[in-house]
């Protein structure tokens, strides 16, 4: 049994008398104890698609579930199965941290639910804030607060969108510590996040969405064997010529040019020494997720599975 079933997903709003459609015709499955990655741009339908997965939207058209629970015919069930962190910080200004966890674990008729609140307080970094009122929290503490909620009630399919966004590098390690033990102890994850990094290192397998639709669907490993092997780094302060920008990425002074082989970084070396292009800091490196993901949302590579 897959842990979410996507079956012909597809969400249409209607804005200024015309129609805009954000989901077109999703498909996909996502198996238990999975590590699962849903990347794209902004805009391109991945909250809209994790509020139908959550009960929050309802799909136009086609079917999900979760652990074989239609989540609008089996709600109660589905909902159960899953502890989403969403992207927003919402909170409840009247109650302390251990309160809030506590009436979150009432909610799925937990009692005595102490030990594993404990236990999430200390993984999260949570522990000497327990008694702090809510309102008093930093916005990194209230988003690890928000990732406790989601996980209170054991679900064994957890949703994170976006849950690192403007976090410090503190949460971030911790969270990915903690969540990568609850995925090796069989805990199914979907994760939608813009640092790719994060993706690349954690996910057994990804999904791409554009415009509302599925463009790219493989393991990541095949993602990353699908695009130049080799990127040539530099820095620079001077233009690149025409025929390489149109290929290059380009982060304020670095520059990084995919390359086939040692000939292909040859003739990129020749290319800028011809148009007068001094470079600094060279070096050779992977073709990262980053990488892949340009290329895709660039109609440059296409893959599916």
């Given at each position: ?5 996507f ?15 954000a ?13 699962f ?25 086609g ?27 919402v909170?409840d200004?009247f ?12 909610y ?11 236990e ?8 000497d ?15 690890r ?6 996980l ?6 957890i ?25 090796k ?13 994060e ?50 990425r ?7 040019v ?19 292009c001094p470079i600094?800091?060279m070096?050779l490196?992977?073709a990262?997720l980053e990488?892949?993901?340009?290329a ?10």
């Amino acid at each position: 049994m897959s842990a979410v079933t996507f079956q012909h997903v597809s969400k249409t709003f209607s804005s200024g008398g015309r129609t805009v459609r954000a989901l077109n015709d999703v498909s996909f499955d996502i198996a238990e104890g999975e590590f699962f990655g849903l990347l794209g741009p902004n805009g391109a339908g991945k909250t809209t698609l994790i509020s139908i997965l959550a009960g929050l939207s309802r799909a136009s058209g086609g079917r999900v579930s979760v652990l074989g629970h239609d989540v609008v015919s089996e709600y109660g069930e589905s909902r159960r199965a899953l502890g989403v962190v969403p992207q927003e910080l919402v909170f409840d200004p009247f109650f302390s941290v251990r309160e809030t966890l506590r009436i979150q674990s009432a909610y799925f008729g937990l009692r005595h639910n102490d030990d594993w609140i404990d236990e999430l307080l200390a993984n999260l970094g949570l522990s000497d804030k327990a008694d702090a009122n809510m309102r008093q929290l930093s916005g990194g503490m209230k988003r690890r607060v928000l990732v406790a909620q989601a996980l209170v009630h054991r679900p064994p399919v957890i949703v994170l969108d976006e849950p690192t966004a403007g976090v410090d590098v503190e949460l971030r390690q911790t969270l990915w510590h903690f969540i990568a033990r609850l995925n090796k102890a069989g805990h199914t994850v979907l994760l939608t996040t813009h640092y790719l990094e994060e993706a690349e290192a954690l996910c057994h397998r990804i999904g791409m969405l554009k415009k509302g639709e599925l463009v790219a669907l493989d393991r990541t490993s095949a993602l990353l064997a699908g695009t130049a092997s080799t990127m040539l780094r530099f820095k620079t302060d001077a233009s690149l010529p025409a025929d390489l920008a149109a290929h290059a990425r380009v982060t304020g002074r670095i520059v990084q040019v995919p390359a086939k082989d040692a000939l292909d970084v040859e003739r990129i070396l020749a290319r800028l020494r011809e148009a007068n292009c001094p470079i600094e800091d060279m070096e050779l490196g992977r073709a990262d997720l980053e990488d892949v993901f340009l290329a895709i949302m660039q109609g440059k590579q296409g893959v599916a599975a």
